[in-house]
Nanobody, 113 residues
Framework: VQLVQSGGGLVRPGGSLTLSCAGS????????LSWYRRAPGKAREWLGL????????NYSDSVKGRFTISRDNAKNMLYLQLNNLRPEDTAVYYC???????WGQGTQVTVGS
């Protein structure tokens, strides 16, 4: 099983980024997938869950309306679109297969000027 993340980087406040998470070694379309983040000095925070078919998505209140989770099962890809970014969104972002307790390697997002 592998989850390989890409995207991330430095973005100005109000900007946008898209994070990607490529899955392999498992039947991607059979699993719900989650995004998390860990900000400096804070506990890991759950951001949302997309069900296996992509027809249902749950978000934490902290990012609802600003972040969008999507997936492309044909490409074995999971995405997190981050909009209207704030300095407090600075964190390492992780994708996860919840039922396998398997994590991506994480990718840094820094919001600042």
């Amino acid at each position: 099983v592998q989850l390989v993340q890409s995207g991330g980087g430095l973005v100005r406040p109000g900007g946008s980024l898209t994070l990607s998470c490529a899955g392999s070694g498992f039947t991607f379309e059979d699993f719900g997938l989650s995004w998390y983040r860990r900000a400096p000095g804070k506990a890991r925070e759950w951001l949302g869950l997309i069900y296996s078919s992509g027809d249902q998505i749950n978000y934490s209140d902290s990012v609802k309306g600003r972040f969008t989770i999507s997936r492309d099962n044909a490409k074995n890809m999971l995405y997190l679109q981050l909009n209207n970014l704030r300095p407090e969104d600075t964190a390492v972002y992780y994708c996860k297969i919840p039922t396998l307790e398997f994590w991506g390697q994480g990718t840094q997002v820094t919001v600042g000027s």
